[in-house]
């Protein structure tokens, strides 16, 4: 059933995060897509399997906070005009692995005994200072170089058109 509905919001969120971005840029997209998945990991570490069972509602937020961070990173993309789609796939990539954290974290559960609830506090913390970072560090509207790539490429392509006079 957890995958399921974390399959769920997984879908969901890039439309609902894809329009945040759109309308708002990659700032806001970034923030509000970093603090779904700080309280998804909260949430986890909080969580147990009798007392309090958050595990559902914290795999959802980070299930949608996911893709909305995805998103305002591909963007940055378009500063590569010429390789665009390889800079799309290395980002894409790297997004893949980025779930080689839930194995670092499976390792220090068993080899050096962190509870899962510190890891996952842990890894909250980590991404409030992801938050304070995307504040100062992302631009309001996404980087579009396109324009002025082309206009560069007419200026380029119109110099090697002209004859040169010796």
């Known amino acids: ?21 759109d309308h708002y840029g990659p700032r806001v997209c970034s923030v509000i897509s970093i603090a779904l998945i700080a309280a998804g ?5 909080i969580s147990s399997r009798d007392d309090l069972p958050l595990f559902v509602p914290g795999l959802c937020l980070i299930a949608f906070g996911g893709p909305g ?12 005009p010429t390789w665009k789609a390889t800079a799309t796939a ?5 997004f893949q692995l980025s779930f080689t954290i ?4 499976h390792l220090l559960w068993r080899d050096y005994h962190y509870s899962y609830a510190d890891l996952f506090r842990g890894y909250s913390i980590l991404c409030v200072l992801n938050i304070f970072i995307s504040l100062f560090m992302w631009p309001d509207t996404p980087y579009t170089f396109e324009e002025e790539f082309k206009e560069l ?5 119109h110099e090697i058109e ?5």
Do not use: K, W, Y
């Open 1 to 21: 059933m957890m995958f399921v509905v974390a399959t769920f919001f997984n879908f969901l969120g890039p439309l609902l995060l894809g329009i945040v971005l």
């Open 102 to 105: 839930f194995l670092v974290f």
């Open 90 to 94: 290395v980002i894409t990539g790297s």
């Open 69 to 80: 961070a995805q998103s305002a990173i591909i963007h940055l993309s378009n500063l590569f």
């Open 162 to 166: 002209q004859p040169v006079s010796i």
């Open 41 to 45: 990991s909260f949430l986890f570490s």
């Open 153 to 157: 490429e007419e200026e380029v392509h």
